[in-house]
């Protein structure tokens, strides 16, 4: 092992890898224009899970010996074309889309937080706190919604927010409804 050289081994491993590093950056270009912005994007786990893998695929094509540079852009190629088919797949069957995709999940209503949901969706308070506080707010009693979107993100909405359009919250679990997702200044006390 101590025999292996680690700062050079020759100035064709370096040609290699500055030839095998540029084709691979026009692969990428390329293969963003015909396959679009979603291709890199972080949108949902599928997304991320392609742009790790994309990341993985390149440095092969780079780095290792023996996986050429047309492998490498053919394994980018297939997995950007099976993200593209599944985002086709998403957008013609509602069927498909409750399948694969998750929903977003209701954490925080109207000041309170859900407990039940974040133990579901493994997120623990001060996430929740953090949140609030990134979003500007100092109290939780400020905010009518958090919700955990398909792409991991906390959504923070305010009361004065949510009083603008409550049906934001179609299609998000634990939403209730649409009665229960209004913001405390929409509620009515009858007594």
């Known amino acids: ?9 020759g100035s064709g491993g370096v040609v290699r890898t500055i030839f095998s590093a ?7 270009v ?12 972080q949108m949902n786990n599928f997304d ?6 994309l990341g993985s695929l390149m440095a092969s094509g780079i780095l290792v010996a023996d996986v050429t540079v047309l492998e490498g852009v ?7 074309g099976l993200q593209w088919l599944l985002t086709h797949l998403l957008r013609a069957s509602d069927t498909a889309t409750r399948t694969i ?3 977003p999940t209701l954490l925080v209503l109207n000041g309170k937080i859900l407990r039940p949901a974040l133990v579901r969706e493994r997120i623990i308070e001060e996430e929740i706190y953090a949140a609030v506080r990134q979003a500007g707010y100092s109290r939780i009693s400020d905010i009518a919604w958090i919700v955990l979107e398909t792409n ?5 909405i305010s009361c004065d927010q949510a009083a603008s359009d409550p049906d934001m919250l179609r299609n998000v679990a634990g939403a209730g409804q649409p009665e229960d997702r209004r913001s405390p200044d929409q509620v009515t006390v009858h007594g």
Not at 30 to 41: C, W
Not at 74 to 80: K, S
Not at 152 to 156: H, N
Request: charged share 15%; net charge positive; aromatic share 12%.
């Open 152 to 156: 991991s993100k906390l959504s923070v």
């Open 74 to 80: 053919a394994a980018m190629y297939t997995l950007l």
């Open 1 to 9: 092992m101590l025999d292996a050289p680690i700062f050079f081994d």
């Open 30 to 41: 390329i293969a963003m224009r015909l396959f679009g912005k979603r291709s890199t994007s």
């Open 101 to 103: 995709k998750s929903k």
């Open 48 to 53: 991320w899970i392609v742009t790790v893998a």
């Open 22 to 28: 540029a084709l691979m950056y026009v692969a990428i």
